[in-house]
């Protein structure tokens, strides 16, 4: 700090120990941070003690492990052991943190070297020490827990950028700035008062921990949070530093930091937190709160490590809110605030019982802001400004008995805290003070710091403010012109006088409106410099005086002090005064506001007098007016929203004329609309950078060539390689134009029609020129808005200027939007009066001082002798600068010069304006003359009225003097009438005003109508029950229906489509198709030319012999070899057969593995949702149509319960009715009985009073209406019609609408409202009806049915009978007819109130029953609507994923469909390779047949050898076919190279006689030479046949290797989608497992309990179906039967296993004997192991048999076969004649349709013309004859195609006829 009176440590202190070593300390390892899944209770940051692998995903990386190798040679200390030496969990995480490097205890930072300081522009020359603070009057009062004592005189705070020490007494203040230079997030203190923190906030923000008292830098945390930190905390030990980030990572990091280390680390939560602490009695527990949450941490040491779990807390029926305030009780248990005021008390994750006072009364009105446990006695402190005392021991045993219910109790002591002027404070947070237990420390929101007393005793103290500072954003600051004064309005209502130099608040008044703009009046104006007006939020004007005050009142300074006197108030604007400006000359003042308003004040007199006000095209920000423009223009420019600036010209007072409004017509606007140019700057800069860079490498690729010149490396001549290659030009994008512009200052330029702006959001980064038009085409054009120049602003990172002026000839103050103010300095030679004309900002100066966040600076003021500089922000803080050393300070420093106040007599007091409703000047104008006009009017009423009573006075006394004088002379009273026709035409004129007056209000009657329409359609229509309400007779007891809407009309066809839907839709929901596995290829059919008996040498169809071409000599021997091969065969087959069975080894039973299968599938695999090997089940994969179906089926089935309940209450709604009536008909019947009865009172019997159908009951009926009650209704709301009581017929008739009676609404429906309701009569046994009783309605009741009453009656005479009187004793007769009449009388009345009884009892008994089911159905509904909501919400997560997911499944089919082409061409080239395998081998057959055939023909020759060197030589021969010269020569060398190795040798066969193998030697017989010339022909054929087919079995046995290969990465691509595939789904299942799903249990069906009691903790219960648990648990049972029985199959199977293998080699062994013992055979018989099969080949040519009988039997197979086609082939002639017969009329057909068709188009055409005007349009009967002529075109049309189709499909070979294609679809269906 700057001044003396700062705190400041001195020499020694600054000379403390402090490390001379350059070590840095070590920096930590931090674990990354952990993203914390919504709805999951527990998140986990982990430090691993093994390998240092990661636990699992959320477990940061090992700390201990990456540091103990080079920590092993380091001593062990232990710097906590004293403090936690009994608490044995901290001391594990101490003894890995041994491993860690120590930094000393002296060892300090260097707080001077480190700290923020002034940027200064490079070659500026500005000094860096050109500001110093002077004084800081803010205070950050809005943070939460911004106030801590560091000891007993002394507090810390913080302001903007600054850590405040201040003192308590003296109010001395000791600044400390950040290290980053962006501004202060948390301060806290250490438990010992040794050490306080700053948390800073910023790009990559530090956390600062500084000794107390000497506040030396001690430690520095790094890397904590990303932007800013929003609290810290310390645990009770003071060795854990807990830190909470804000946004975006919201990270909890708790600190070793003392060692500058992080132990843990992880993300707290999705959204802001307020407040993180250590529970002071429970060691590792930590408590979290913020917005909308709390959550309790756990630090708890595992086996893998130190971990910090966190569970969120459950609200549970409580609304969710924000917590502000807790505090951890000594249990465990937290006690919290809410937003409404009342405390929850949390226990174990779940609110345990919710507090509040009694009378349901809440404990602070607002939420409470702390907890506080003060020596047993909880203190609460709420933003009411309430200080509350609670009982702790009740709190902590408070119980309800049903959930949600608020236990209610009192506190025992409370203390509101009020600000002075009516209002209570704000508090924030208490500290307790060290002086007294009584003394706490307040932090105000509303901008003040209290010291309380806490006693609670008739002693206590009153509430005492020490400090008052202004609370959210300073409006504007204006500064005394003669003295170091200033005055401030803000937002908090306040006007405040500050002596700065002096560091006094010096006055303040509040207001009830928040401020928004001030200013200082001149001298030139107001002599005394007393004079300040400011401009409020309401639209009201203030003039105020700032006076000497003698009496001191503000209780901390002593001296000067002033008062504020109120001289004139105006009201010129209805919204907020956003900006004032004066005319040069100070004669006129300008207000604008936001309601787009500016008005305009003349001085005269003192007294500013409004001239009038115009509007302007936006709301208005600033105004200000050319500074150089002429006398008589004085043009000012109007600032305003979006980007829009305006000009005009100032009116004169006399050329307005304001006698009855103050609005100014006809002035002329300029108007200019930004256009955002800064894109295209952009992209110009980027352009230019290229090129210089472009143009640096060719500078240096020159240089570079001049150097290799020089050493004779190249030579000059030699011309420039181009080695530069052209960079691709990047596509342009289109230019970005902003949906909004914002200006935050303007000012005119040099030219009074162009001026510079400072725009705010994406333009931000330069100061633009604009100019306003000079003509309408200018104006009108497009570049008009685009700004002439720009000059962008160096070091300002893009951050909008929010504030410019300027302070002497070439110094400029610009206010920037994240608080730093900027020192800008021009080039020299601009005076101060000139305009000032940007080119260059390279030369600045800024220091960072407010809120980077939300401490943009509103203003900035140079003194009035330039020596400070102050500064306001919307941070609510004000700081002092000085451009002075403090040397020349204390030489400036002089007290400030306040006026006197004025005589008594002389100083005037305006009354002030306190209603913000109150009127405008304008409205207030507007109204007087409204009021004039009234006045006048009334006036010239009254003189009528006076007139007209005067002649009725006069008329009066000529009556009676006419009726005075005689008879005969008496005028008649028709004589007295001027005018007879006079009171007809006011009859008539009064019926013509009735019906004007009709007319007149039909239209709004029509409206009222149509309304009345859309509010029935829209919220009656869709109700399909109205609210019924069917009470019970005889009780209070009601059952009522269900709100129920009608389903859309479209419903059953949109769930019919959405079940078709999912239906179709499988392979999009788990990207399997069913199954894609190899289907087993169909037998093919052998080779064209081969049959399955020419593969096998012998097979054939008839045994040898039956042809009668074979001798029987050969036929027996045949025949016997045919045995012997037989039996050879079949035992050869056995054999196959018994190597077949034998079992691989990697065989598997396949009963095995089908049953393995269903173990997997269905067994009771209850793996949880939320585990991490979890694989969604087939079925089980959800998508948006399955979701959908699911919610529409259970809507549909809400709606039909809700349905069935009002059908049935709408029936006992009938019933009632006619209960009613029957009951009213029977009170009649009692009545008429009692007038029988009336003689015998003491026989009366009354009947149950029973009401009638209520409003609830009849609600159809609430808008009958009847001709009274309409003109009830009238005189009710107008009062009495004189011209209806006259007999005039009203202007407004009662009707009813439609002409129908009250009671013709009552048929209308209750369900669905337009269908006819049943009447309600009754109809008894004899067809009489019982109209039901309606409330307002005259109903007609039939006498009621007394059939039932009749059953009990005798007739009369034989009464008279029984009783048989005595003749002519009439008076017995009589009496005993009384009698008998009298007891059927009252019969008749117990039987009739009997039936009313039970009719009461009968209905009460239903309605209670339909009442006990509607309790039951709303549990079903409510569950079904939690339903719903889980559904739906399921739904819109659904949908999110649906675009992913149909992705994915697409690739995964894709896959699936390559795979399966693959598949069917691999298959088809393993086919093709069986194919030319079994056509090879065909062949080597026949070669085989051949040698065969060459062997039997020789026979034992002589000329054997010779004849076989003939039929083996290989010859060159011709080819069949040409081929090319490379072919040739190949084949040449290959026969070459043949002969060379087939040929026989003729070096092996010296001493023979060489014959010549081209002819036949003398003595060979010539026939069997041809013959082996033939067969040798034959033989090069097959042979090179068999080349061929080889060759082509290479190549397909190659395309099918790749192919395989293919399909093997077909496949792996296919595992790598469905694993993509299955990824996804669980990632999707588990967001659907974060949705709450509440499911409703009964108290049997919970059985986690621990010790009897549902525990705390419910994050390991399961909610399972008891059949499956019962399944279970059997399928135990199940398990150890089937183990069992496996374990004795395996013994079984082993046993079996030794003895087969036994039994294999005694086989074996017998075998090998055989083999030894046949080749003995063989040994002895010939000599040699010979070929059984070639031995009996020699004897008889069986293969040349075989192929003479097998040539015979398909020779007569192909006769007959060329029959059958020959036979066919003339029947599809046949066929295709006449098919060609049948489409040559259909052609015809179709050109006589085609010509006919023509002509009738023609002739319409020619008729369409020749029409009438009134024939022009088409008709409907044309139209339809068109469209079916239309239509009968296009059939034969597609007639024709299909007869094509045949033809073409008939004239070629084996052509199928296809079934005709369909017609097309008529017009009125397609």
Not at 127 to 154: A, V
Not at 564 to 577: A, E, T, Y
Not at 1789 to 1807: G, H, R, V
Request: proline residues 5%.
């Amino acid at each position: 700090p700057a001044d003396a009176e700062q705190e400041v440590p001195t020499d020694a202190e600054q000379e403390a120990p402090v490390s001379t070593e350059k070590e840095e300390p070590v920096e930590p390892v931090t674990s990354d941070s952990v993203e914390e899944p919504t709805g999951d209770v527990e998140n986990t940051a982990v430090v691993q003690e093994g390998s240092g692998e990661e636990e699992d995903e959320q477990a940061p990386v090992s700390l201990q492990d990456q540091q103990q190798e080079e920590s092993s040679e380091e001593p062990k200390q232990d710097d906590r052991a004293g403090a936690l030496e009994n608490e044995p969990t901290m001391v594990e995480a101490e003894e890995s943190e041994e491993l860690l490097h120590k930094i000393p205890e002296d060892f300090y930072h260097d707080y001077h070297e480190l700290v923020s300081k002034p940027q200064v522009s490079e070659d500026s020359d500005i000094p860096q020490s050109l500001l110093s603070l002077h004084h800081s009057f803010g205070y950050d009062c809005n943070k939460r827990s911004n106030l801590y004592l560091l000891d007993e005189e002394n507090l810390l705070m913080t302001a903007g950028n600054l850590a405040v020490i201040l003192g308590i007494k003296n109010g001395r203040q000791t600044y400390l700035r950040t290290l980053g230079g962006g501004a202060v997030g948390a301060v806290t203190v250490h438990p010992s008062r040794k050490y306080f923190v700053v948390a800073e906030k910023g790009v990559m923000p530090v956390i600062c921990i500084f000794e107390y008292p000497s506040q030396k830098l001690y430690r520095i945390l790094r890397e904590g949070t990303e932007e800013a930190y929003s609290f810290v905390s310390f645990d009770p030990s003071g060795e854990l530093l807990a830190s909470l980030g804000g946004k975006p990572d919201y990270m909890l990091t708790i600190w070793n930091w003392r060692h500058e280390h992080i132990m843990l680390r992880c993300k707290a939560f999705s959204q802001e937190i307020f407040k993180v602490s250590f529970s002071s009695d429970l060691e590792g527990i930590l408590t979290t709160s913020g917005q909308g949450h709390i959550r309790f941490w756990k630090m708890a040491r595992t086996f893998t490590g130190l971990k910090l779990q966190g569970e969120i807390g459950r609200f549970g029926k409580t609304e969710l809110s924000d917590i502000e305030g807790y505090v951890e009780l000594p249990d465990g248990k937290v006690l919290s605030g809410c937003e409404g005021g009342n405390m929850l008390l949390w226990d174990g994750g779940l609110i345990k019982v919710e507090i509040g006072r009694k009378g349901k009364r809440t404990c602070h009105t607002g939420p409470i802001q702390q907890f506080v446990m003060d020596e047993g006695e909880l203190l609460t402190v709420g933003s009411d400004g309430f200080i509350r005392v609670w009982d702790f021991e009740t709190i902590d045993q408070a119980e309800v008995v049903d959930e949600g219910q608020i236990f209610e109790m009192e506190s025992m002591n409370e203390l509101r805290v009020s600000d002075g002027v009516g209002g209570h404070a704000k508090l924030k947070c208490i500290i307790k003070s060290l002086e007294g237990d009584s003394i706490w420390y307040a932090q105000d929101s509303g901008g003040a710091i209290w010291k309380l007393d806490l006693s609670f005793s008739h002693t206590t103290k009153p509430p005492e403010r020490l400090f008052s500072f202004h609370s959210g954003p300073i409006g504007g600051v204006a500064l005394s012109p003669v003295t170091d004064l200033a005055a401030t309005i803000g937002y908090d209502h306040t006007f405040r006088v500050f002596d700065y130099i002096g560091k006094h608040q010096l006055c303040e008044k509040r207001y009830s409106a928040p401020g928004s703009c001030i200013t200082w009046l001149p001298t030139t104006i107001d002599e005394r410099a007393s004079t300040v007006i400011a401009g409020f939020a309401d639209g009201v004007v203030r003039v105020v005086s700032i006076l000497k005050q003698e009496v001191d009142v503000t209780r901390m300074h002593q001296g000067l002090s002033a008062r504020i006197n109120l001289l004139q108030v105006l009201k010129p604007h209805n919204g907020r005064v956003s900006a004032m400006e004066f005319t040069p000359d100070y004669q006129y003042l300008v207000t604008g506001s936001v309601d787009k308003t500016v008005f305009f004040f003349h001085l005269q007199a003192g007294q500013w007098n409004p001239i009038g006000y115009t509007h302007v095209p936006c709301a208005v920000r600033q105004l200000q007016f050319a500074p150089h423009a002429p006398e008589n223009e004085k043009k000012l420019m109007i600032v305003g929203e979006n980007g829009m600036v305006c000009q005009l010209i100032c009116p004169e007072p006399g050329t307005v004329d304001n006698a009855k409004t103050y609005k100014i017509e006809g002035m002329h606007i300029k108007t200019f609309k930004f256009k955002s140019v800064k894109d295209f700057l952009r992209r110009e800069e980027a352009r230019i950078q290229k090129e210089k860079e472009r143009e640096e490498r060719r500078a240096k690729r020159k240089k570079e060539r001049q150097k290799k010149i020089e050493r004779g490396l190249i030579d000059p001549d030699e011309p420039e390689e181009e080695s530069e290659t052209e960079e691709e030009e990047e596509e342009e994008l289109p230019l970005h134009i902003p949906d909004s512009y914002t200006i935050h200052k303007a000012f005119y330029s040099r030219d009074a029609d162009k001026f510079w702006v400072s725009m705010g959001g994406y333009d931000a980064g330069y100061l633009y020129e604009c100019q306003f038009a000079q003509s309408e085409e200018e104006a009108a054009s497009e570049d008009y808005g685009k700004p002439l120049r720009h000059v962008p602003v160096p070091g300002s990172d893009d951050v909008p200027i929010s504030f410019m002026q300027q302070s002497g000839n070439n110094m400029w103050l610009f206010g920037m939007e994240n608080g730093r103010l900027r020192l800008q300095v021009l080039p020299d030679g601009i005076k101060n009066d000139e305009p000032v004309d940007f080119s260059s900002l390279e030369k600045y100066w800024t220091l960072a001082m407010h809120d980077n966040e939300h401490g943009a600076i509103q203003q900035l003021a140079a003194s009035w002798n330039g020596k400070f500089l102050l500064s306001v922000g919307e941070d609510g803080n004000f700081f002092v600068f000085t451009f002075l050393p403090p040397d020349e300070l204390e030489e400036a420093m002089a007290p400030v010069r306040l006026p006197s106040p004025r005589a008594v007599g002389d100083e005037s007091k305006a009354e002030d304006i306190k209603d913000p409703s109150a009127y405008s000047i304008e409205d207030a104008k507007q109204k007087a003359e409204r009021d004039r006009l009234l006045r006048l009017a009334e006036e010239k009423k009254q003189g009528i009225k006076k007139k007209v009573q005067e002649m009725r006075r006069q008329f009066k006394k000529l009556l009676l003097k006419n009726q005075e004088i005689p008879e005969h002379l008496q005028l008649p009273r028709i004589d007295f009438e001027l005018d007879p026709q006079s009171k007809v035409m006011m009859s008539n004129e009064t019926l013509a005003r009735m019906e004007q007056a009709k007319v007149e209000y039909a239209w709004d009657s029509e409206r009222q109508d149509i309304a009345l329409q859309k509010l029935r359609k829209q919220f009656k229509d869709n109700v399909e029950c109205e609210s019924l309400v069917v009470k019970c007779i005889s009780t209070e007891n009601e059952v009522s229906s269900f709100r129920c809407a009608k389903l859309p009309p479209n419903f059953d066809q949109a769930k019919a489509d959405l079940l078709d839907q999912a239906s179709k839709v499988t392979n999009m929901v788990g990207g399997v198709r069913g199954s894609h596995g190899k289907q087993p290829p169909a037998p093919e059919a052998a080779p064209e030319g081969l049959e399955p008996s020419s593969v096998q040498l012998g097979t054939t169809a008839k045994p040898l012999g039956e042809g009668g071409k074979v001798d029987k000599k050969a036929a027996k021997a045949l025949g016997k070899m045919e045995k012997q091969r037989q039996k050879r065969l079949t035992r050869q087959k056995q054999w196959n057969d018994l190597y077949a069975l034998k079992p691989s080894d990697n065989y598997e039973d396949p009963e095995d593995l089908a049953a393995i299968k269903e173990a997997l599938e269905k067994m009771g695999d209850f793996k949880l949702k939320t585990a991490s090997d979890y694989i969604v089940p087939e079925h089980l994969r959800m998508n948006t149509i399955r979701k959908l179906v699911q919610l529409m089926l259970l809507q549909e089935r809400m709606y039909r319960i809700k349905h069935d309940f009002n059908r049935r209450l709408v029936s006992l709604k009938l019933k009632k009715s006619d209960v009613v009536a029957e009951i009213q008909a029977l009170e009649q019947e009692i009545h008429d009985l009692h007038d029988q009865l009336r003689d015998h009172p003491d026989l009366i019997q009354y009947a149950p009073n029973v009401p009638g159908m209520t409003d609830e009951e009849c609600p159809e009926d609430k808008y009958g209406y009847t001709k009274e009650s309409l003109i009830a209704f009238h005189r009710a709301n107008r009062g009495n019609d004189p011209l209806m009581e006259m007999g005039i017929p009203t202007a407004f008739p009662i009707e009813k609408p439609g002409g129908a009676s009250a009671d013709d609404n009552a048929g209308d429906s209750l369900l669905g409202g337009t269908q006819s309701k049943p009447s309600t009569a009754a109809t008894g046994p004899e067809g009489g009806a019982v109209s039901g009783a309606r409330r307002g309605t005259i109903v007609a009741v039939n006498p009621v049915d007394t059939a039932w009453i009749s059953r009990f009656e005798l007739p009369l005479d034989e009464l008279e009978e029984d009783e048989e009187p005595e003749p002519g004793n009439d008076d017995t007769r009589d009496a005993v007819a009384n009698t008998i009449k009298l007891k059927k009388l009252i019969f008749q009345q117990d039987q009739a109130i009997e039936r009313i009884q039970q009719l009461i009892a009968k209905f009460d008994k239903q309605v209670l029953a339909l009442r006990a089911e509607k309790y039951q159905i709303e549990v079903q509904l409510k569950n079904a609507d939690l339903r719903n909501t889980t559904l739906f919400e399921e739904f819109v997560l659904l949908k999110e994923f649906e675009k992913r997911e149909n992705a994915l499944a697409s690739k995964v089919n894709a896959k699936y469909d390559e795979k399966e082409e693959m598949e069917a061409k691999v298959t088809d080239a393993n086919q093709r390779v069986e194919r030319k395998r079994q056509e090879i081998e065909k062949i080597q057959e026949r070669e085989k047949a051949l040698y065969a055939e060459f062997t039997l023909n020789v026979g034992d020759n002589k000329w054997t050898d010779f004849l076989t060197k003939v039929f083996k030589k290989k010859i060159k021969r011709a080819k069949k076919k040409e081929l090319t010269g490379d072919e040739d020569e190949d084949s040449d060398e290959s026969s070459d190279e043949d002969d060379s190795d087939d040929d026989w040798d003729d070096e092996d066969e010296e001493g023979v006689e060489i014959l010549d193998d081209s002819i036949c030697p003398p003595g060979c017989e010539q026939e069997l030479f041809d013959m082996a010339e033939r067969l040798r022909e034959t033989r090069l054929d097959i042979e090179e046949q068999l080349t061929e087919e080889k060759k082509n079995f290479d190549i397909i046995k190659k395309d099918a290797e790749a192919m395989a290969k293919k399909i093997k990465i077909i496949d792996h691509g296919l595992k790598a989608a469905e694993k993509d595939l299955e990824d996804f789904q669980l990632e999707k299942q588990g967001k659907l497992n974060e949705l709450d799903v509440i499911v409703t249990l009964k108290l049997h069906q919970i059985e986690h309990l621990v010790n009897n009691v549902l525990p705390s903790d419910l994050s390991q219960t399961l909610v399972f179906e008891r059949t499956g648990l019962v399944r279970l648990q059997n399928r135990i049972l199940e398990l150890n039967d089937e183990k069992d029985e496996q374990k004795r199959k395996f013994k079984e199977n082993r046993q079996q296993h030794v003895q087969l293998v036994k039994g294999r080699k005694l086989l074996n062994s017998k075998i090998s004997e055989l083999n030894s013992e046949c080749e003995k055979m063989m040994m002895l018989k010939f000599g040699r192991t010979v070929d059984l099969e070639k031995l009996e080949a020699v004897s008889v040519n069986r293969a040349l048999e075989e192929l003479k009988e097998k040539h015979r039997s398909v020779e007569y197979a192909c006769d007959a076969e060329i029959k059958k086609w020959e036979s066919t082939i003339r029947d599809k002639k046949e066929n295709i004649t006449y098919l060609t017969r049948e489409n040559t009329k259909r052609i015809n057909q179709l050109t006589m349709l085609l010509e006919e068709q023509k002509n009738l188009e023609a002739s319409l055409d020619s008729k369409q013309k020749s029409l009438g005007g009134e024939y022009e349009g088409k008709r409907k009967a044309d139209i339809r004859e068109r469209e079916r002529l239309i239509q009968l075109v296009q059939l034969q049309a597609q007639e024709v195609e299909a007869l094509k189709e045949e033809i073409t499909l008939l004239s070629r070979k084996g052509g199928h006829i296809l079934p005709p294609t369909q017609p097309p679809m008529p017009i009125n269906q397609s």
